[in-house]
């Protein structure tokens, strides 16, 4: 069996776990990553699309934001669409300058990836049988694992999960250790990546009777879709003639707006869920991302929450392998939850606002047309949606 010793074993080469490797590489803390699935499917794995400002303003100034830049779109306003009218929300206005970029998780990740492959970092793909252990106070962590069948022992000073929501790590938790909040949503979203030019220069988010659309990007010759389906719809259900003209009813409220189409290149459907642990953390465990939560889509927050646990984490890292200090490990929960129940509030919110579920009356829905009227009309209000959707400040 191979022995490896390093300073944090990482389990997941998300975007959690691959932006934590990278920052604490610049900072001299050593780490090894261990991820299940092979390096083409996590590359090639169609995901988030939009960026927040301070997630660009990290990858750029730690240096992995340079293709970024390069081919990155950026987006100073996107649209609301209901009542058969567009809403312009100024992000840039409304922020003071603050913006969203969209790229691709996947690139996210291939950037990240080459990297820390080019600094020497240690990813192990395709690793079968990933377990924890010994990461009880006191204990010695080890993360145990089969890199081509062989048994690899992979000891370290602390576990950082990040290894999504159906990963090992917070399973391995001991029971009553922690508390989960959760709630789930009567829909999924039918998501496709067309072959085509975007049909307008920025989002658009369709309220609709007959159930949310979304318009994104991903360059622009690729035009994102989605649209809200029954939870447990199957995508054999959906021929690429029937979701067109389903996206073409939801977004042709406005007058003379057609939809550009499209060779359709990716299909799926996401289920919608919130859900939360507390604590993010235990003995010598620190969970991220969507091992610790899952935010509903609507407000782009996925990406970009698990970026921001990982930036505690790191910082919590580095202070402790130059100091000794375990003040800001024993905050890191406490540190994030602020922000994952911000957002989580966010995400509930635009999800609540722009989707039917199914048992309104009339009454909520001139309640829900009344909100989007009133979040469009008050700047006091576009302003608290746009502080949201271009990301909070991170805190201390
Ligand atoms: P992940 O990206 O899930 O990374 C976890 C990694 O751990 C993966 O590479 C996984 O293969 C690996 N792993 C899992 N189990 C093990 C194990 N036992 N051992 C080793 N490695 C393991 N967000 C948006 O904002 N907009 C979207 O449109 C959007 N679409 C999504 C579509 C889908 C199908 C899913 C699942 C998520 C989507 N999200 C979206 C959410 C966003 O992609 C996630 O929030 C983000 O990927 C979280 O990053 P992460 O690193 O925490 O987790
Ligand atoms: C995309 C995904 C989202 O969840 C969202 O709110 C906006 C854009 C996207 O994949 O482009």
Redesign the pocket.
């Known amino acids: 069996m191979a022995s490896i010793r390093t300073q944090v074993g990482i ?7 691959l932006t934590l490797a990278h920052l604490l590489h610049r900072r001299g803390v050593e780490s090894v990553v ?4 092979s390096r083409e499917y ?1 590359q090639e794995r169609v ?4 960026l927040e400002q301070g997630t660009v303003d990290l990858f750029v100034a730690t240096g992995v934001g340079e293709r970024l830049q390069r081919e990155g779109l950026v987006h100073r306003g996107i649209e609301l669409r209901f009542a058969h009218r567009g809403h312009r929300i100024d992000l840039d206005d409304l922020t003071g300058g603050k913006t969203i970029t969209i790229y691709g ?1 996947n690139r996210v990740i291939e950037d990240l990836t080459n990297a820390r492959i080019a600094a020497g970092g240690r990813i192990f793909f395709a ?1 079968e049988e ?1 377990r924890i252990g010994g990461f009880d106070d006191g204990g010695a962590p080890v993360i145990r694992f089969r890199a081509d069948g062989e048994p690899v022992e992979l000891q370290c000073d602390f576990i950082a999960g ?7 790590c917070r399973p391995s938790m001991p029971a009553g250790s922690l508390t989960a909040f959760e709630r789930q949503y009567p829909f999924g979203w039918l ?1 496709i990546l067309a072959e085509v030019a975007p049909s307008m220069d920025e989002l658009i988010y369709s309220r609709h009777e007959r159930g949310f659309a979304l318009h994104s990007m991903r360059s622009p010759q690729i035009t994102r879709l989605y649209l809200q389906v029954a939870p447990d719809e199957e995508i054999s259900n959906w021929p690429d003639e029937r979701i067109w003209e389903e996206l073409q009813r939801r977004f042709e409220t406005v007058d003379g707006f057609t939809l550009n189409r499209g060779p359709v290149i990716q299909k ?1 459907i ?1 289920p919608m869920h919130s859900f939360v642990v507390e604590p993010m953390q235990y003995g010598k465990l620190f969970l ?4 610790a939560h899952i935010v509903p ?1 609507t407000g ?4 970009n929450l ?1 970026i921001a646990d990982v930036r505690v984490l790191a910082r919590a890292f580095i202070e402790y392998y130059r100091s000794g200090a375990r003040e800001r490990l024993e905050r890191y929960s406490e540190i994030c939850l602020r922000r994952v129940w911000k957002v989580q509030r966010f995400s509930w919110w635009m999800t609540s606002m722009l989707h039917r579920f199914g048992d309104e009356n009339a009454f909520d829905e001139r309640r829900q047309l009344a909100e989007l009227d009133y979040v469009t009309s008050s700047r006091a209000a576009s302003q608290s949606l746009a502080e949201n959707y271009v990301g909070l400040p991170m805190e201390d």
């Not at 990040?162 to 090992?168: E, K, L, R, T």
């Not at 782009?300 to 990406?303: R, S, V």
């Open positions: 389990v997941g080469a998300g975007p959690a776990g261990v991820e299940n699935r996590v995901r988030a699309g939009v998780q690793a990933v990040c290894d999504g929501f159906h990963g090992v998501g799926g996401t991220a991302g969507d091992a889509p782009a927050k996925g990406l698990a």
